[in-house]
């Protein structure tokens, strides 16, 4: 039943998904209604729906401009569900905007196939990194992507080479002019972001390791179903999964060296985790896999929400 619901694009799908996102925002919010008496706060939840919201919507323009699924609305419904698999991250306003600035530089990569103004796409995309990397340092690893992609489609040319450099260079530029109207000391920014750390030991009940199991599980499901199944899919379409793939990885490795570990971390694998879930479910196959494959990352989803409230 849940594969026919999403099997088509339409507005009626998203409009229920932006609703169910609503609902289970709402829910973790209020938890604690302390920040109901500042405007400030309440803008700030405002603006963090948003941003989540824009998203979702960023990672299905990737999935349909590119071709890398049908004309159908899974990959915002499987996003819906990962965002549900960690609810601390509905709160994490620095996480979503590095997040949502990874996911402009994606879009620019995953277009890069077309060789259309690539230079103008690589300097957006480092660009993006960059600013991303001012709310979550380790971000700045996506910048590997733009070189992997770079080797992909125009390694020739020498200027694409030097693009993410002058990108880096002006970000520089912008956070000096910041770091110097508000006083912010630089050294010791930069100081408690390179922080790294390898321990997982965070855990402030079994919930949250719990949920960091199944997700694992889950990711690792499709990950592998990606892999048995890349070979088949249209040629065109190669690097741009194997970008999606790699970008995956990043996420992982972000959320491994991490300082301030948490499970909101794995944030940055939910847009390509979510796209090799479309990727599974619109492979041919029976039905009755397809709607089990639906279900229980639906019920998993749902118990890890409500069991860390």
Known sequence: MITS??????????????I????????????????????????????????????????????????????????VFFYFLLLLFFPSALDNLNLILSNFFILLALRR?????????????IFDASLWIFLAALFHFWSIIFI??????????????????????IAFFIVVILFMIYATVFDLNVVEYIINSVQINFEINYFTNNYQNGALSIYATIALFFLVSMFATLSNRPQLLHTSFK?????????????????????????????????????????PQEKLN?????YVLTACSLFAFFSQL
Request: charged share 15%; with cysteine.
């Open 109 to 121: 990569l995953i277009s890069l196939q077309s060789l259309k103004a690539s230079k103008e796409k």
């Open 20 to 75: 169910l996102m609503l609902v289970f925002f709402s829910i973790y919010q209020f938890q604690d209604l302390s920040w109901m008496n500042s405007f400030l706060l309440i803008l700030k939840k405002g603006i963090l729906f948003c941003v989540l919201l824009a998203s979702v919507f960023i990672t299905n323009f990737v999935v349909k401009k590119n071709g890398l699924s049908k004309d159908s609305s899974y990959t």
């Open 290 to 294: 397809q709607e089990l494959v639906m």
């Open 5 to 18: 619901v999403f099997k088509k694009s339409t507005p009626l799908n998203f409009s229920l998904v932006v």
């Open 144 to 165: 590997v992507l733009v070189f992997i992609s770079i080797i992909f489609h125009v390694s020739r040319d020498y200027r694409n080479w030097i693009l993410p450099f």
């Open 243 to 283: 970008k999606i793939i790699a970008s995956f990885f990043i996420g992982v490795v972000i959320f491994l060296i991490s300082a301030n570990k948490s499970n909101d971390l794995l944030l940055f694998t939910f847009a390509p985790l979510a796209i090799m879930a479309t990727s599974h479910i619109e492979i």
